[in-house]
């Protein structure tokens, strides 16, 4: 849905007059004068002087941003409440968020804006004074309206014809705009009322319905049953898009499966169809760029600070017996705070027509060693060691023929142990006592190895064991699927964990820093 900026002081007739200190100074600077050339009854005004900058230039242009400023603070003391409900009246329009973006409006978007200026050579000091006529402002401020007014009974049409179809993209976006025009309306009849000063005519500008109504009709819309995934994709855009800042930039997240960190193909299939919403509306960026190599697991604050980004979008899915309940949030990325959230429930017969899974797959093989990471894990690490993939380390899919690179960093000298845990079951050693020196600690070393994404695929869980001694050695068999040779770990699970955590000499103290971390990966035909 298209915003409207309600007074922006991008000036659409500005005159700009310079009069310099060689003669008689401009009748203007002398506040009685000013008022006898321009009355009350005829002009907005404000008058400003600056004396601070480098050179001649930037004084005056600092003078005539402090008259545009101080004009638009006296338009705003008149945009008051009484006359903010007595437009919303008149427009038929009583929704609290057009009074309330009515009487915040921080610039100015006026026809008949005139800046005059002087610059006193001898005292460095520049002079502005911003006049607006009233009767221009109005005149174009009534056409504004009355356009505003056409568009609304447009876009109602469009929006209603479109309900009746059953298209519901074309009913949301048709009613949106009509929302929008409501408050281009209200806008345009508050500039009118504060630039006339006797009472406005407001013939033809009443619309046939009010925005209450274009609201109830847009809900009713939105609260039907999706019948696609493309519905739900746009249900959450929709509801998510009502509560971002104008022009935010969203940086797409994945969908989770429950309480887990992996997404399946439904995740995947909203998470493509909210970014293909987002650029065209939000202009969100990428998760990925072309040979962008993340130098730390946060992966999302970097292409989020490289990008300008401000915005992380993330989903859950929770399986119902008839449904899944899909939740959206978008938060903001160095605050941390939550800012919208949305939520759309899919039946499962949609997901099974359109061949998707809700659920991970495998995710049920790998529960098991996923409950034998969480118990005993290392309490008060007395070392940091990260691994990343050169997709981050949030959200990461990878799908059938995809290389996977692994980095490390540490923040001591040591040994590092790299086990993955496969979709099938299978405990892959990768790396076995890789070392690290003293000259590469704190810094993200690209592990040798490349890794190719094949079958199994589902859920995989890398970990990496750290410590400053070397591990003792792993009892390992080769093992070969479809072609491929894996050293697979013989060991049960729970065992190498209390070896690599703190079992028998291998204890954490002064003398053996441990620490682990871990990785969780959802691969994709």
């Not at 973006?101 to 006026?110: A, D, F, G, P, Q």
């Not at 193909?265 to 650029?279: A, H, N, S, V």
């Not at 690179?405 to 540490?410: G, I, K, M, N």
Request: a negative charge.
């Amino acid at each position: 849905m298209k915003r409207f900026r309600i007074i922006s002081l991008l000036l659409i007739a500005e005159l700009c007059l310079t009069v310099f200190a060689f003669g008689r100074q401009p009748a203007w600077l002398d506040a009685e004068k000013r008022e006898q050339l321009y009355s009350g009854s005829q002009y907005l005004k404000a008058f400003a002087t600056n004396s601070s900058g480098d050179n001649q230039q930037e004084i005056l242009n600092s003078a005539c941003n402090n008259a545009r400023t101080e004009l638009a603070a006296q338009i705003r003391i008149k945009i008051d409440s009484h006359i903010i409900d007595e437009v919303s009246e008149i427009s038929g329009t009583v929704h609290a968020q057009i009074r309330m973006r009515i009487k915040s409006r921080t610039n100015l978007e006026l026809t008949g804006l005139v800046i005059k200026k002087h610059y006193d050579k001898k005292t460095k000091t520049g002079y502005a004074l911003a006049l607006l006529d009233r009767y221009r402002a109005y005149l174009a401020a009534i056409d504004e309206a009355h356009q505003a007014h056409s568009s609304i009974e447009t876009y109602l049409r469009s929006g209603d014809s479109a309900a009746e179809a059953g298209k519901m993209e074309e009913a949301i976006e048709a009613y949106s705009r009509c929302v929008a025009m409501f408050l281009r309306l209200s806008e345009s009849l508050a500039i009118a009322r504060v630039t006339h000063q006797t009472p406005i005519s407001i013939e033809g500008l009443t619309p046939s319905i009010t925005c209450a109504e274009v609201h109830k009709r847009l809900s009713e819309v939105i609260n039907q049953p999706v019948a696609s995934t493309s519905d739900a994709a746009l249900i959450l855009a929709h509801q998510l898009e009502s509560q971002v800042p104008d022009g935010a930039k969203i940086l797409p997240g994945a969908f989770y499966y429950e309480n887990s960190e992996f997404t399946s193909t439904l995740g995947e299939r909203l998470k493509m169809q909210l970014m293909r919403k987002f650029d065209r509306d939000w202009r969100s960026i990428p998760m990925l760029r072309s040979g962008f190599t993340p130098g730390s697991r946060d992966h999302i604050r970097e292409v989020t600070e490289l990008s300008g980004a401000d915005w992380i979008m993330e989903g859950r899915m929770l399986p119902t017996k008839k449904s899944v309940d899909v939740m959206v949030s978008i938060i903001g990325i160095r605050s941390g705070q939550q800012t919208a959230i949305g939520f759309v429930e899919i039946p499962n017969s949609v997901i099974v027509d359109e061949g998707l899974e809700v659920e991970p797959k495998d995710y049920i093989k790998i529960k098991d060693d996923l409950k034998k990471i969480a118990d005993n894990d290392i309490r008060d690490a007395n070392a940091i060691i990260e691994i990343w993939t050169d997709r981050g380390s949030d959200g990461i899919v990878f799908h059938q023929g995809d290389t996977i690179r692994l980095r490390v960093r540490s923040s001591q000298a040591g040994y590092v142990n790299i086990l993955n845990l496969m979709s099938n079951g299978v405990r892959t050693v990768l790396y076995q006592n890789f070392y690290i020196g003293q000259d590469m600690v704190n810094k993200g070393i690209p592990l040798p190895e490349e890794f190719g994404c094949y079958t199994p695929f589902g859920c995989e869980t890398i970990i990496a064991s750290f410590a400053t001694q070397a591990f003792p050695l792993l009892h390992t068999t080769s093992y070969a699927f479809e072609g491929e040779s894996y050293q697979v770990l013989t060991e049960d699970l729970k065992d190498y964990l209390e070896m690599t955590r703190s079992s028998g000499r291998f204890k954490n103290d002064e003398s053996n820093a441990l620490a682990e971390a871990r990785l969780h990966i959802t691969t994709m035909e």
